[in-house]
């Protein structure tokens, strides 16, 4: 009878200690494949990327006639990135900068980001429900970024939670050599 129980509670843990298992490595299957590669770039002198987005964002992807353009969109908020002929502009942070002719935006704040390869970026916000990148290059802080035009489009009084997963998106980026 002893020996029976011990068999009964032995299979129970067994059983308990199974099902853990399980629970814990099909939940770590279900968070990779919950998240898509998405490769874009590489006209007009800029490189290929890769940036990594959850599949509940939607993804457009529009590239012809020298212009690259993805927009990764998700109940009213979007990021894109253009790579397209235009000039630049230098941005600066609540900072005087040196006199300059060409295009310059000066952002009272802003939120800097790495990507995965360590360049460093920077988003102001620009115009009305809009937010824009800058690069640091060298010291100089301008835009369009090493992988293009970066903005992103939100509703007015924009969710922080959000904000933050946008910023863990670009903060996936990685160029590729062509």
């Known amino acids: 009878m002893k020996s029976k129980k011990i068999v009964l509670i032995s299979i129970i843990i067994l059983l308990f200690i199974g099902i853990l298992f399980w ?3 099909s939940s770590k299957q279900t968070i990779k494949q919950n998240v898509q590669s998405i490769s874009a770039g590489g006209v ?3 490189p290929m990327y890769t940036i990594s987005v959850s599949n509940d964002w939607l993804v457009d992807h529009d590239g012809d006639d020298g ?3 993805l927009t990764i969109s998700n109940n009213g908020y979007a990021i894109r990135i ?7 502009i230098q941005c600066l942070y609540n900072e005087s900068g040196p006199e300059v002719e060409y295009p310059l935006s000066n952002y009272t704040s802003f939120t800097e980001i790495t990507t995965n390869e360590g360049a460093t970026l920077r988003r102001g916000i620009g115009f009305k429900n809009n937010f824009e990148f800058c690069e640091n290059f060298g010291g100089e802080w301008s835009s369009p970024t ?10 007015e009084n924009p969710d922080g939670t959000i904000l933050k997963e946008m910023d863990a998106i670009i903060s996936s980026l990685n160029t590729q050599s062509q």
């Open 67 to 69: 212009i690259d353009r």
């Open 44 to 46: 007009e002198g800029y």
């Open 82 to 88: 253009g790579q397209e002929p235009g000039g630049g």
């Open 146 to 155: 090493d992988v293009g035009y970066i903005q992103y489009i939100v509703p």
């Open 23 to 25: 629970l814990f490595f």
